[in-house]
């Protein structure tokens, strides 16, 4: 167990009951205003809620229970996702005029309802027109067919999609001649992957959600739950009243982070709960910086792990040489904070016993972002928070189909299992397949739209995504889609990439959700967890088919010949092959009811100090601020570095107007209370956002951000953010941007 259990009252937010007077989530309304929204179709909803797994986030609960705590497990990321799988399917003749539907909104396009029926729109038309599915593959097959495999590429995104859409999403590009397969992965934790399999061996979490409870420290880097994960508030909760004391390391003190009220709690339900303990405010981009510095106290202090460095590890005289050479002075200017800060964190950290550190998308979306996921492994080796209960490294994963895409090979850079795509591994697969796989690496999502841009890629396969909203620039990112020949887009609703004008044509295929899959579908969640998910068949929805259907309809239309290597009769077939592919993912085979799981490398990885990495050890990692120095700005003290921040969101999906964590809306632009007086403007004026790429009108928003840093809700500020700056090692964009800000008349 943790150190010493906490009395309830010193966790209590306030005694006034239900956070009355307080901004914050109305969970109970919301659940009101859901079910009516819903009400049509309740008992579907229900049905899905109590059998399905959960297709918000990588949790992974299954119906309204999960692994870690004892009760009803639920939160309102799954329920703002409900409508999805309710609504009908809407008349083909809606999207008969694509110039009416590019003034609507993406929420407005989602109201539409769902795609129900095959749409097919050629250059020039006014909009798409309904056609059968063997008028698809008639047309696509040969087209496709005469496209060099080069010139080719397909997406998958994360949005509730399964293991078995994954894997024949990928063998099926393979087959077909083309590394070039993507998911959403790529976009969100690459640089963790980079970092964990540098350091570890593995590119997973290595803990389980129940470490929380042993453990005497928990640290999060650049995450926010409250927002993005909510049900793993009720874990932190429950950790807090063990006595895990929490940190957290954000260029904005998250209200939500700081109380919250856990609506299953009774007490924090009532009063709320005070979720952490103490916030450092890292300047935006400061986090390597603030790593360093931290590493560089706890080894000079020798609160290090000396007898496990020696015998388990390797490079940490590499590291501790490159450390001798920084100045904590220096790089704690660069972070945005004091060398006080840094040694009293540096300070927590050596006096835990056991620690869980948690990163995401604050960490990952910068241009450092595997540099500094290496710096959180290289601290976690240090005290040896990893392999020990209560211990571990947490990346955290928003989506619930996420973890899983690279672990089955949707990814240009590797195989299934998460294998580097060289000479020896693609022998092995095409012994293992029976077709020739490619021998070179894939083009990842940024590069094949790169090419795009330049004419280069003739036919793009895009399950869900919408690059529109997710990627830096839009409108370049619209102009590269616009000069690809053959689009295939396949998702429930209808989005904006869709409505770009095809440079030839662009098909809209209506799909299933993962409740209505053929014969069910697994996940893989956060904590290596993988769960089978029922089949709920519903009506309503046309001729929708299953992903994997449509993606093997699509190979043997291009190849006819391909059939024999791609054919999977069932979900079962493709779980069967999986198992023969990924080793790890041994039972797999066996899932076919509801309830049924596994966890991949058990509870925890790395135990007994065994890493999987070349030699058996971990490795430290010599990273290190390549300019530690504080960031310039102009004369007028008018430039920021601005971050995209995620509101009340589900990825690009915008559920609600105003965040009710923070009160914000959508064109707020948040500012620190310093930095809002030098400017001389207050909450609400209007100010104009400046960058290299582009501009953006919003409104101040006063908040506890760190001074000399903006945040702007994502996919508002896209627009400003430069698309040829990318993280080098994993080719992730950086999704920040230096911005002048100037104020406008009130």
């Given at each position: 167990?943790?150190?010493?259990?906490?009395p309830?009252?010193?966790?209590?937010?306030?005694?006034?009951?239900?956070?009355?007077?307080?901004?914050?989530?109305?969970?109970?309304?919301?659940?009101?205003?859901?079910?009516?929204?819903?009400?049509?179709?309740?008992?579907?909803?229900?049905?899905?809620?109590?059998?399905?797994?959960?297709?918000?986030?990588?949790?992974?609960?299954?119906?309204?229970?999960?692994w870690?705590?004892?009760?009803?497990?639920?939160?309102?990321?799954?329920?703002?996702?409900?409508r999805?799988?309710?609504?009908?399917?809407?008349?083909?003749?809606?999207?008969?005029?694509?110039?009416?539907?590019?003034?609507?909104?993406?929420?407005?396009?989602?109201?539409?309802?769902?795609?129900?029926?095959?749409?097919?729109?050629?250059?020039?038309?006014?909009?798409?027109?309904?056609?059968?599915?063997?008028?698809?593959?008639?047309?696509?097959?040969?087209?496709?067919?005469?496209?060099?495999?080069?010139?080719?590429?397909?997406?998958?995104?994360?949005?509730?999609?399964?293991?078995?859409?994954?894997?024949?999403?990928?063998?099926?590009m393979?087959?077909?001649?083309?590394?070039?397969?993507?998911?959403?992965?790529?976009?969100?934790?690459?640089?963790?992957?980079?970092?964990?399999?540098?350091?570890?061996?593995?590119?997973?979490?290595?803990?389980?959600?129940?470490?929380?409870?042993?453990?005497?420290?928990?640290?999060?880097?650049?995450?926010?739950?409250?927002?993005?994960q909510?049900?793993?508030?009720?874990?932190?909760?429950?950790?807090?009243?063990r006595?895990?004391?929490?940190?957290?390391?954000?260029?904005?003190?998250?209200?939500?982070?700081?109380?919250?009220?856990?609506?299953?709690?009774?007490?924090?339900?009532?009063?709320?709960?005070?979720?952490?303990?103490?916030?450092?405010?890292?300047k935006?981009?400061?986090?390597?910086?603030f790593?360093?510095?931290?590493?560089?106290?706890?080894?000079?202090?020798?609160?290090?792990?000396?007898?496990?460095?020696?015998?388990?590890?390797?490079?940490?005289?590499?590291?501790?040489?490159?450390?001798?050479?920084?100045?904590?002075a220096?790089?704690?200017a660069?972070?945005?904070?004091?060398?006080?800060?840094?040694?009293?964190?540096?300070?927590?950290?050596?006096?835990?016993?056991?620690?869980?550190?948690?990163?995401?998308?604050g960490?990952?979306?910068?241009?450092?972002?595997?540099?500094?996921?290496?710096?959180?492994?290289?601290?976690?080796?240090?005290?040896?928070?990893?392999g020990?209960?209560?211990?571990?490294?947490?990346?955290?994963?928003?989506?619930?189909?996420?973890?899983?895409?690279?672990?089955?090979?949707?990814?240009?850079?590797?195989?299934p299992?998460?294998?580097?795509?060289?000479?020896?591994?693609?022998?092995?697969?095409s012994?293992?397949?029976?077709?020739?796989?490619?021998?070179?690496?894939?083009?990842?999502?940024?590069?094949?739209?790169?090419?795009?841009?330049?004419?280069?890629?003739?036919?793009?396969?895009?399950?869900?995504?919408?690059f529109?909203?997710?990627?830096?620039?839009?409108?370049?990112?619209?102009?590269?889609?616009?000069?690809?020949?053959?689009?295939?887009?396949?998702?429930?609703?209808?989005?904006?990439?869709?409505?770009?004008?095809?440079?030839?044509?662009?098909?809209?295929l209506?799909?299933?959700?993962?409740?209505?899959?053929?014969?069910?579908?697994?996940?893989?969640?956060?904590?290596?967890?993988?769960?089978?998910?029922?089949?709920?068949?519903?009506?309503?929805?046309?001729?929708?088919?299953?992903?994997?259907?449509?993606?093997?309809?699509?190979?043997?239309?291009?190849?006819?010949?391909?059939?024999?290597?791609?054919?999977?009769?069932?979900?079962?077939?493709?779980?069967?092959?999986?198992?023969?592919?990924?080793?790890?993912?041994?039972?797999?085979?066996?899932l076919?009811?509801?309830?049924?799981?596994?966890?991949?490398?058990?509870?925890?990885?790395?135990?007994?100090?065994?890493?999987?990495?070349?030699?058996?050890?971990?490795?430290?990692?010599?990273?290190?601020?390549?300019?530690?120095?504080?960031?310039?700005?102009?004369?007028?003290?008018?430039?920021?570095?601005?971050?995209?921040r995620?509101?009340?969101?589900?990825?690009?999906?915008?559920?609600h107007?105003?965040?009710?964590?923070?009160?914000?809306?959508?064109?707020?632009?948040?500012?620190?209370?310093?930095?809002?007086?030098?400017?001389?403007?207050?909450?609400?004026?209007?100010?104009?956002?400046?960058?290299?790429?582009?501009?953006?009108?919003?409104?101040?928003?006063?908040?506890?951000?760190?001074?000399?840093?903006?945040?702007?809700?994502?996919?508002?500020?896209?627009?400003?953010?430069?698309?040829?700056?990318?993280?080098?090692?994993s080719l992730?964009?950086?999704?920040?941007?230096?911005?002048?800000?100037?104020?406008?008349?009130?």
């Amino acid at each position: 167990m943790a150190a010493t259990r906490r009395p309830l009252r010193e966790l209590l937010h306030s005694w006034i009951p239900f956070g009355l007077h307080e901004r914050k989530p109305r969970h109970y309304l919301e659940m009101v205003r859901i079910a009516w929204a819903n009400r049509r179709r309740l008992g579907y909803a229900w049905r899905v809620l109590s059998h399905g797994v959960c297709d918000g986030c990588a949790l992974g609960t299954a119906g309204l229970k999960d692994w870690t705590l004892d009760g009803t497990h639920l939160c309102l990321v799954r329920l703002n996702l409900m409508r999805l799988n309710t609504m009908e399917a809407f008349a083909p003749e809606k999207a008969s005029d694509v110039a009416a539907l590019s003034k609507s909104t993406s929420r407005e396009l989602r109201e539409l309802g769902r795609i129900g029926w095959p749409l097919r729109r050629r250059r020039g038309e006014r909009g798409f027109t309904r056609v059968s599915f063997d008028e698809v593959w008639r047309e696509v097959g040969p087209k496709w067919r005469a496209f060099e495999p080069r010139r080719t590429a397909m997406y998958v995104t994360s949005r509730g999609v399964t293991n078995e859409v994954y894997y024949v999403a990928q063998k099926v590009m393979r087959r077909l001649g083309s590394n070039s397969v993507d998911n959403s992965a790529r976009l969100c934790h690459a640089p963790s992957t980079v970092g964990l399999k540098a350091a570890i061996g593995h590119a997973a979490t290595t803990c389980s959600y129940r470490d929380w409870y042993e453990a005497d420290l928990i640290v999060f880097f650049g995450s926010n739950p409250a927002n993005d994960q909510p049900v793993a508030m009720k874990y932190l909760e429950g950790a807090r009243r063990r006595g895990a004391r929490v940190l957290l390391v954000n260029a904005y003190a998250e209200p939500g982070m700081q109380r919250y009220w856990v609506p299953s709690t009774a007490s924090s339900a009532l009063f709320g709960t005070k979720m952490s303990d103490r916030t450092y405010l890292v300047k935006v981009g400061g986090d390597l910086a603030f790593l360093t510095a931290v590493a560089k106290v706890v080894v000079e202090r020798g609160w290090h792990a000396p007898e496990f460095i020696a015998a388990a590890t390797t490079g940490f005289e590499e590291l501790r040489a490159l450390l001798a050479q920084q100045s904590v002075a220096e790089l704690a200017a660069a972070a945005g904070v004091t060398a006080a800060d840094v040694e009293e964190f540096a300070r927590e950290v050596g006096a835990a016993k056991r620690a869980v550190l948690v990163w995401s998308m604050g960490i990952t979306h910068h241009v450092e972002g595997a540099d500094a996921v290496k710096a959180i492994a290289n601290l976690a080796l240090l005290r040896e928070f990893v392999g020990r209960p209560g211990c571990g490294l947490m990346p955290i994963r928003g989506h619930s189909g996420v973890q899983g895409g690279a672990e089955m090979g949707a990814y240009s850079t590797a195989l299934p299992g998460g294998v580097a795509i060289d000479g020896d591994s693609a022998r092995r697969f095409s012994e293992l397949w029976g077709f020739d796989v490619p021998h070179e690496p894939g083009l990842t999502t940024v590069e094949y739209l790169e090419a795009a841009g330049r004419g280069e890629l003739d036919g793009l396969y895009c399950i869900g995504g919408n690059f529109l909203e997710t990627l830096p620039q839009p409108e370049r990112v619209a102009a590269a889609l616009a000069k690809i020949p053959l689009r295939i887009h396949t998702d429930l609703v209808l989005t904006s990439q869709m409505l770009v004008e095809p440079a030839d044509t662009v098909f809209v295929l209506p799909a299933r959700t993962r409740y209505e899959q053929r014969g069910g579908g697994t996940e893989t969640s956060i904590e290596r967890r993988v769960i089978f998910s029922p089949e709920l068949p519903r009506d309503g929805i046309g001729e929708a088919r299953s992903e994997w259907e449509m993606l093997l309809d699509f190979a043997k239309a291009v190849r006819p010949e391909a059939a024999a290597q791609l054919d999977f009769a069932d979900g079962a077939a493709i779980r069967a092959d999986i198992e023969r592919a990924v080793p790890v993912y041994r039972g797999i085979a066996a899932l076919s009811r509801e309830g049924d799981q596994f966890q991949w490398g058990g509870p925890a990885l790395c135990t007994e100090r065994r890493f999987a990495t070349s030699d058996g050890k971990a490795h430290f990692q010599a990273v290190a601020p390549t300019a530690p120095e504080p960031r310039a700005v102009d004369g007028n003290g008018r430039t920021f570095r601005l971050a995209t921040r995620r509101g009340k969101q589900f990825n690009s999906m915008v559920q609600h107007d105003v965040d009710a964590l923070t009160g914000a809306a959508r064109d707020h632009i948040f500012m620190s209370a310093a930095d809002a007086a030098r400017l001389r403007v207050r909450r609400d004026d209007p100010i104009l956002l400046r960058g290299a790429v582009g501009t953006f009108r919003g409104r101040v928003f006063i908040a506890d951000v760190a001074v000399g840093t903006l945040q702007g809700h994502w996919p508002e500020v896209n627009g400003l953010l430069p698309a040829n700056v990318l993280e080098p090692k994993s080719l992730v964009p950086d999704y920040n941007a230096d911005v002048e800000v100037e104020p406008l008349p009130r």
